[in-house]
Nanobody
Framework: QVQLVESGGGLVQPGGSLRLSCAAS????????LGWFRQAPGKEREAVIC????????FDIDSVKGRFTISRDDVKNTIDLQMKNLKPEDTAVYYCATGPGYGPWCRLVNATYNHWGQGTQVTVSS
């Protein structure tokens, strides 16, 4: 049984940093596309950043470029999301996800991921 559990969310001031972690069991993350998603109140869940199973290449949305980084620890079997220079508009519930991969590179599309964590709240506010 696959299980993904996020941790590390919380309250942070604008301009601050936060590191989220997602612990996986039931699968080895290095064989799957990995993604971080977020859902703000009243909005649809959106893809933020992903890592490809084929060559670890990453892709992200414009609003987080240069601020968010995804990484994987094969020993711990975890996915991390390092966030810096956080903005109020980054406030959301953040989810990690894994998918089997449709081609060589990950996609920033919800439907290409089939295992999800329960989410962790990130609030950026002064």
């Amino acid at each position: 049984q696959v299980q993904l559990v996020e941790s590390g969310g919380g309250l942070v001031q604008p301009g601050g940093s936060l590191r989220l972690s997602c612990a996986a069991s039931g699968l080895e993350l290095k064989y799957y596309d990995l993604g971080w998603f977020r859902q703000a109140p009243g909005k649809e869940r959106e893809a933020v950043i992903c890592m490809s199973h084929s060559d670890d290449s990453t892709f992200d949305i414009d609003s987080v470029k240069g601020r968010f980084t995804i990484s994987r620890d094969d020993v711990k079997n975890t996915i991390d999301l390092q966030m810096k220079n956080l903005k109020p508009e980054d406030t959301a519930v953040y989810y990690c996800a894994t998918g089997p991969g449709y081609g060589p590179w990950c996609r920033l599309v919800n439907a290409t991921y089939n295992h999800w964590g329960q989410g962790t709240q990130v609030t950026v506010s002064s």
